[in-house]
Structures are given as structure tokens and as C-alpha cells.
């Protein structure tokens, strides 16, 4: 009777704690779920025509963040009208900036920008020596990508060139530790051969 009872408990006590029990997930499978909703274009890869495309790309580092980012790609041609003094358009670096409402700002003058209106302006940028700040500034005015189509082979880097300081600080210091060991030597013989005669 007892042994029923106890028996009759534990049943009781274990459908209890079946009903209680959630699936559990991982963290892995939480993120799985909230990247896979919604109209996500996982691959991030997209057929693009046309002189202007909007598509939308993930991260493409490989690690899901659930971050949407919306590129617009213009064709350099698009690119190429946009020489007014109303309406400027520059690609720096692969990307394409409206500076229209810049000229009357800008610290370099207003005929540099329109010297390069509709045109990849990289090298001018990079030649003046711009600023950090400057660079920042780039946020504001910029509007999409460079077609990829139309991105010149190895030229599409839409970085900044990092500068060789590495390899010119060597070079800077090199020389002058070289050159002073050798005086060392031709000293010391110098010395040994003065006291031998
Ligand atoms: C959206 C694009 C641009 C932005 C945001 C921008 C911004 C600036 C800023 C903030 C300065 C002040 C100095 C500094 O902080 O570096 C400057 C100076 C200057 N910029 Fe630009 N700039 C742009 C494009 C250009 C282009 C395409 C040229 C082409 C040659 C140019 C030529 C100059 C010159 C000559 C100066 C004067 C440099 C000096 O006086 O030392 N800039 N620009």
C-alpha cells in the first residue's frame, strides 16, 4: 500500500517536471532563428544591371551579425552627368560622394571639387594629404558604390592606402647603426695599427 503510494508519487512528481520542461537552445540555434527571419538575403549575393542597383548584403565576414546593409551601386556613366555646378558627383576610393551641397564648404576651394565632377577623384584626394577629419567628412556626402562591373581591377580598394611607416622606420634607422659600426671597426684597426708601428 505503501509501496503503491510512494510508487503513485514519483509518477506524479516525473509528469510534473515533463510539463515543466522547455526545449532548451543554444545559443548558436537562438541566433540561427533570429538571422533566418524576415526577408534576408543570406548570401548576400545579388544579380545587378542596369545604371543604378539597390541590393541588400550581409556582413560578408562570415560571422552573421543579423546586420542589413542596403549598397547602392551606380554605374560610372550615371556618375559621369553629375558635372554641374548644382549637381557634383565624385568616386573616391570605389565609392561614389554628392558633394553638391559641399562647394561653398569646402576648406580646399570649391574649384578643385568641380575640376573633378563626375570623375574618380582618388588620386587628388590621396595627393593632397587629406586629414583624418577629413576622411570622417566623407560619411556625410557619400551616396553608394561604384558599379562592381565598372571597379578597375585592383583598383577598387575602398581603403585608404595604409601608409609604409613600418618599412620606413627601418630604413631610417638602419643606415645610420651600420654606419656606425663600421667607423667602430675602422677605429679599432686604425688604433691597432698606430700602436703596432
Ligand atoms: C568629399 C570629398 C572631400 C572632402 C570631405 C574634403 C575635405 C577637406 C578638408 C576638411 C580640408 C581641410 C584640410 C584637411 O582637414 O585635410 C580640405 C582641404 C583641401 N582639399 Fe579637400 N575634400 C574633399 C575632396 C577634395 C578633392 C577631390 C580635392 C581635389 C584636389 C581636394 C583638395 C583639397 C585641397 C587642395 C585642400 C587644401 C589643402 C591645404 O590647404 O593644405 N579635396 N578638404
Known amino acids: 500500500m505503501v509501496a503503491e503510494f510512494v510508487i503513485k ?5 516525473l509528469e510534473r517536471l515533463a510539463r515543466l520542461r522547455k526545449p532548451v537552445r543554444t ?4 541566433d ?3 538571422v533566418g527571419s524576415g526577408n534576408r538575403n543570406s548570401g548576400g549575393k545579388e544579380v545587378i544591371s542596369g545604371p543604378m542597383a539597390t541590393v541588400v548584403a550581409s556582413g560578408g565576414d562570415g560571422k552573421e551579425q543579423g546586420v ?3 549598397v547602392t551601386y551606380y554605374r560610372l556613366e550615371e556618375v559621369a552627368k553629375r558635372n554641374s555646378s548644382k549637381d557634383i558627383w565624385l568616386v573616391i576610393h570605389g565609392r561614389v560622394y554628392d558633394v553638391s551641397r559641399f562647394l561653398d564648404e569646402h576648406p580646399g576651394g570649391e574649384e578643385v ?3 573633378q565632377a563626375g570623375g574618380d577623384a582618388t588620386e587628388s584626394f590621396e595627393d593632397v594629404g587629406h586629414s583624418s577629419d577629413a576622411r570622417e567628412m566623407l560619411k556625410q556626402y557619400y551616396i553608394g558604390d561604384v558599379h562592381p562591373n565598372d571597379l578597375k581591377p585592383g583598383g577598387g580598394s575602398k581603403e585608404p592606402p595604409k601608409s609604409n611607416t613600418c618599412k620606413s622606420y627601418w630604413s631610417y634607422w638602419i643606415f645610420p647603426i651600420v654606419g656606425a659600426i663600421l667607423l667602430g671597426f675602422l677605429y679599432r684597426y686604425y688604433m691597432a695599427e698606430s ?3
Do not use: A, D, H, N
Open 113 to 115: 571639387l568641380m575640376e
Open 32 to 34: 540561427f532563428q533570429e
Open 9 to 13: 508519487k514519483e509518477f506524479e512528481e
Open 195 to 197: 700602436k703596432s708601428s
Open 68 to 70: 542589413e546593409t542596403s
Open 27 to 30: 545559443e548558436r540555434e537562438v
